[in-house]
């Protein structure tokens, strides 16, 4: 994601590059920059499998974790969520999204003598 003060440069409406991480597979994409994550993930990074409902923020049907945050991809400019880490929630009963997947287990405390 974008830090304050950082720019990506260009216009307000060049195209700009970004790189997402979704679900593990990294992609280097090129978006206009009124694109929203929800756009991206699915007509860009080709993952047609996150639905597009009310597209304003209001169904909850977009949910996608991003930086251990559940956020909804239709309301987030995808711009902003370069070098970003997104994890498309698993499809729950009934086709709707489903809980959030399990936090990564913290790492193992050193156990190694001194
Ligand atoms: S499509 Fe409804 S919240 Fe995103």
Same mark, same amino acid.
């Given at each position: 994601?974008?830090?304050?003060?950082?720019?990506?440069?260009?216009?307000?409406?060049?195209?700009?590059?970004?790189?997402?991480?979704?679900?593990?597979?990294?992609?280097?994409?090129?978006?206009?920059?009124?694109?929203?994550?929800?756009?991206?993930?699915?007509?860009?990074?080709?993952?047609?499998?996150?639905?597009? %409902?009310?597209?304003?923020?209001?169904?909850?049907?977009?949910?996608?974790?991003?930086?251990?945050?559940?956020?909804? %991809?239709?309301?987030?400019?995808?711009?902003?969520?370069?070098?970003?880490?997104?994890?498309?929630?698993?499809?729950?009963?009934?086709?709707?999204?489903?809980?959030?997947?399990?936090?990564?287990?913290?790492?193992?405390?050193?156990?190694?003598?001194?």
């Amino acid at each position: 994601m974008l830090k304050d003060g950082q720019d990506r440069g260009g216009t307000a409406d060049a195209p700009v590059t970004i790189q997402l991480r979704i679900d593990g597979v990294r992609h280097t994409v090129r978006i206009e920059p009124h694109m929203t994550l929800l756009d991206t993930v699915r007509e860009v990074a080709g993952r047609p499998d996150l639905v597009r %409902a009310c597209a304003d923020g209001r169904c909850g049907g977009c949910p996608v974790f991003a930086e251990g945050r559940r956020i909804a %991809a239709c309301t987030t400019l995808a711009a902003v969520m370069d070098d970003a880490s997104v994890t498309l929630a698993p499809p729950g009963p009934e086709g709707r999204p489903g809980p959030p997947p399990p936090a990564a287990a913290p790492p193992a405390p050193d156990t190694a003598p001194r």
